[in-house]
């Protein structure tokens, strides 16, 4: 048997059982939904409506409703796609990198995490679908043969490769959660009293029966997919800044693109994830399992990450200076101090300064500052996209050619509409699925739960 | 093999604590008796080397997966970038697939990644009868929950070593 240190903090409060672990996660799933989540569902189905008209009108029409130019082609739609990709990160950053470091404190809101991945990519590849035009011809982004030679996509292009990694990161993410959530399905597939829902969650479980061999391989597949996910999701948002740092234009073609943009991806992601965790904690009573030291290890993976943006966005500004080439100076200078000023100023408020607050633990273990934070840093690595893209356009090599871009409501209404899906299919999943990874947490109730720690700690003393 | 386990009845021990469950693997198997399966709530680390079962070769199945997902990768950027159809793209060289090769990193890549996950997990879902609509593995409910249960044939003398192992309760089915 395995003990902890009794340094460790325990994860898992107060003295529970396996069956309470069981009961614990099980209660959202088999109790009625309480009036604010029909609130918020609701809130967020008329935004996803909204949304939904926004892209219905888009597609009818054409791109011409939106606010692009012809010096600005790529602005708002590229900046939400790239958010949203980002937002996707950090799940898998905890659920995949963590597992490898063997960090126990994934386990509690892995579940969760790897959920906002997966419905934040979907969000994502709306984006780039529907500014195609024709959406009906996406399939031709894909290695189809076809009448014209056959004419094949262009594999030297990061757009494509964009193709490739978002669908890879988005299949073998969702993969990655079911393999996972297939044994906690059998848990309320056993439970489940309803004949509707019993039926539901045996269609759910696969028929999953906690047999010691497929509990081995379990393991060993859970831990190949860590393996595999991490270098992907690394790729992922590596091959995202290649779409900027490929092409020769001032402010986007600098090599430091994809370091900078995964940890801005890290960054943000994390953010959402105490977002979405503070709000599942209270709501659903979670805070024995999702602890303050939960919400403190995410709010230093922030203030670090936060930091690699900071000194990534100074690095950007002196290579801009050291490297002598005057547009690329001008594209940094106009940046901070050009028309887009105020963007720039709120990403450098936002992103660099805000999370330096962090090193104060009274901060960072305070749930309302927290929540806060979390809030703030998404805006402001919103605006980092917006900045980096718009600001880098709108002024290029021809100074007659100069413009800016503001979305119209269509844009917006799509943005908007985003959100709302987001939200509805979180709220959803709240509802539905088992929030905590059940299984794997009562792996380490014996070594990391407080009452058993306490029991170890105070029989060890005797010897 | 099969036609012990079909023609002997089957007795199932319950337990209540993992590390209980582990001993009494040791203690039923040292006593001579064959397990045929352990069903438990949650991966009980150590138990496949108390039952002394063999390790799973599915990480190598993944691997080979991935070696297939490249193969795949470097013949679809062959064929379509240099053989079917080469095209002067940014003035990349494509008179080999060597020399175009550093651009087509990314894509071999995920595809490498893409063949190794999806297939290694329908290679798990498939060894482990798992699908859609499956009827529960297990036979107790409850050991998906905090029950642990071990299932073998009935033999002289099995029911006093499961007792003695810490069952807390014992059935023949």
């Not at chain 2, 798990?124 to 529960?136: F, K, M, R, S, T």
Request: aromatic share 16%; hydrophobic share 50%; proline share 5%.
């Amino acid at each position: 048997m395995h003990y902890e240190s009794t340094e460790r903090k325990p994860l898992i409060l107060g003295d529970k059982s396996y069956h309470q672990i069981t009961e614990d996660v099980v209660r959202p799933i088999e109790t009625a939904a309480p009036r604010a989540w029909w609130v918020a569902f609701s809130i967020a189905l008329v935004m996803f409506l909204w949304g939904a008209g926004s892209i219905a009108y888009t597609v009818a029409t054409g791109i011409g409703v939106w606010g692009l130019n012809k010096t600005v082609g790529w602005a708002w739609d590229i900046t939400n796609f790239v958010w949203w990709v980002g937002i996707g990160h950090a799940g898998t950053l905890i659920s995949a990198v963590l597992l490898l470091f063997r960090q126990r404190w994934r386990m509690a809101i892995n579940r969760s995490a790897e959920a906002m991945t997966i419905f934040s990519v979907i969000q994502a590849g709306l984006f780039p679908l529907f500014h195609m035009g024709r959406v009906w011809l996406a399939y031709w982004v894909f290695p189809i043969p076809n009448q014209y030679g056959s004419l094949w996509v262009n594999f030297n292009s990061p757009l494509l490769w964009d193709v490739f990694a978002i669908s890879t990161y988005l299949t073998v993410s969702v993969v990655f959660w079911y393999v996972g959530l297939i044994p906690d399905f059998a848990m309320v597939r056993d439970r489940a009293i309803n004949p509707v829902q019993k039926h539901i969650y045996k269609i759910l479980s696969f028929g999953w029966g906690g047999k010691a061999k497929a509990w081995q391989r379990f393991e060993e597949v859970s831990l190949v997919l860590a393996g595999l996910a991490t270098p992907l999701v690394l790729s992922v948002h590596t091959i995202v800044s290649m779409d900027f740092a490929t092409s020769v234009i001032p402010g986007w073609h600098t090599t430091i693109f994809p370091p900078y943009f995964v940890a801005g991806a890290i960054f943000s992601g994390f953010a959402m994830v105490q977002t979405l965790l503070l709000i599942v904690r209270k709501v659903f009573k979670m805070d024995d399992y999702i602890t303050i030291q939960h919400i403190e290890m995410m709010n230093i993976v922030i203030m670090v990450t936060g930091s690699i943006v900071g000194v990534a966005y100074i690095t950007e500004l002196f290579i801009a200076w050291y490297s002598g080439v005057e547009y690329e100076q001008y594209a940094f200078l106009n940046r901070a101090t050009g028309p887009y000023w105020w963007a720039y100023w709120s990403m450098m408020t936002c992103n660099v300064f805000s999370p330096q607050l962090m090193w104060s633990k009274k901060l960072r273990t305070n749930l309302v500052f927290t929540f806060m934070i979390s809030i703030v840093v998404n805006i402001g690595m919103w605006f980092e996209r917006f900045v980096i893209i718009v600001t880098s356009l709108h002024r290029d090599y021809l100074p007659s050619s100069w413009s800016m871009f503001s979305p119209s409501f269509v844009e917006v209404g799509i943005f908007i509409g985003t959100i709302g899906f987001f939200f509805a299919l979180f709220l959803l999943y709240a509802r539905t699925f088992p929030v905590i990874a059940q299984a794997e947490l009562k792996t380490i109730l014996k070594t990391s739960g407080e009452a058993q720690k306490k029991l170890h700690n105070d029989h060890g003393a005797q010897h | 093999m099969a036609h012990s386990t079909e023609s002997v009845p089957l007795v199932r021990a319950m337990y209540h604590d993992d590390d209980v469950l582990i001993s009494a693997v040791k203690q039923i198997r040292a006593a001579g008796f064959k397990i045929s399966e352990v069903y438990t709530p949650f991966p009980v680390h150590g138990l496949d080397k108390a039952m002394g079962l063999k390790e799973s070769r599915i990480a190598l199945a993944a691997f080979m997966y991935g070696v297939i997902g490249l193969t795949v990768a470097v013949t679809l950027t062959w064929y379509m970038m240099v053989s079917d159809w080469p095209q002067n793209i940014g003035g990349k060289p494509n008179i080999n697939w060597a020399m175009n090769m550093p651009a087509f990193v990314p894509i071999l890549f995920e595809m490498t990644v893409f063949f190794a996950a999806h297939l290694m997990v329908w290679t798990y879902l498939v060894i482990n009868g798992l699908y859609p609509g499956a009827d529960a593995k297990n036979p107790d409910p409850r050991t998906t929950d905090d029950y642990f249960m071990v299932e073998l044939p009935a033999a002289k003398g099995l029911i006093e070593t499961l007792q003695k192992s810490g069952a807390v309760e014992i059935a023949e089915a």
